[in-house]
Nanobody, 124 residues
């Protein structure tokens, strides 16, 4: 199983980026997919998730209304559209997958598979 995250970069505050997570070795439409982010010295933080069974999405309070998680089943890819970016959104962003959440959807321990991360830097 591989999750390949891409799309990170440097953007000014107020700008937008779209992250992609291409899955291989699993069918993303049959997995709950999520995005987490992490800054140095801090724990991995939940951003968004989408359930495979019904497409319901959940967001962290810090990103709700600005970020949108979506999936393209034909491409086996999950996206994170990030708008109105803030300097505090600067982090390495990771995609994750699990067949069924083992605990809460916002805990990184609930996921089995992880991508390698993509850096997002928002300048003020």
């Amino acid at each position: 199983v591989q999750l390949q995250a891409s799309g990170g970069g440097l953007v000014q505050a107020g700008g937008s980026l779209r992250l992609s997570c291409a899955a291989s070795g699993l069918t993303s439409s049959s997995y709950n997919m999520a995005w987490f982010r992490q800054t140095p010295g801090k724990e991995r933080e939940f951003a968004a998730t989408i359930r495979w069974s019904n497409g319901i999405t959940y967001y962290a309070d810090s990103v709700r209304g600005r970020f949108t998680i979506s999936r393209d089943n034909a491409k086996n890819t999950v996206y994170l559209q990030m708008n109105s970016l803030k300097p505090e959104d600067t982090a390495v962003y990771y995609c994750a997958a699990v067949r069924a959440y083992r605990g809460t959807y916002y805990s990184p321990h609930s996921y089995d598979y992880w991508g390698q991360g993509t850096q997002v830097t928002v300048s003020s």
